[in-house]
């Protein structure tokens, strides 16, 4: 299994950007699928999180109102929109998922390689 983040890169503050990140491989089921986040120096925090079928999602307090996480199941992809973007948003990205796979029998943590998102003054 294998998750692909995309979509990270330099923007202005009060810009926007869309994360993207794939999971793919010998892939039974997806759970919960949730972004996270690390600047340098600072622990690896979840930024947002979104239930297996997309009807439950929760959000930290310092994005709350900026940041949208969805899903579309039938591409096993969970998105996050960012809009009016801060300084302070200023990090790596990963996604994280549990997925099942049938072999294995329970689900299981992966994470997606990261993407830096930067943003500018």
């Known amino acids: 299994v294998q998750l692909q983040a995309s979509g990270g890169g330099l923007v202005q503050a009060g810009g926007s950007l869309r994360l993207s990140c794939t999971a793919s491989?010998?892939?039974?089921?997806?759970?919960?699928m949730a972004w996270y986040r690390q600047a340098p120096g600072n622990e690896r925090d979840v930024v947002a999180s979104?239930?297996?079928?997309?009807?439950?999602?929760v959000y930290s307090d310092s994005v709350k109102g900026r940041f949208t996480i969805s899903r579309d199941n039938a591409k096993n992809t969970v998105y996050l929109q960012m809009n009016n973007l801060k300084l302070g948003d200023t990090a790596v990205y990963y996604c994280?998922?549990?997925?099942?796979?049938?072999?294995?029998?329970?689900?299981?943590?992966?994470w997606g390689q990261g993407t830096l998102v930067t943003v500018s003054s």
């Open positions: 491989g010998n892939i039974f089921n997806v759970g919960v």
């Open positions: 994280n998922a549990k997925i099942f796979q049938f072999h294995v029998g329970q689900y299981e943590t992966y």
């Open positions: 979104v239930s297996s079928s997309g009807g439950t999602t």
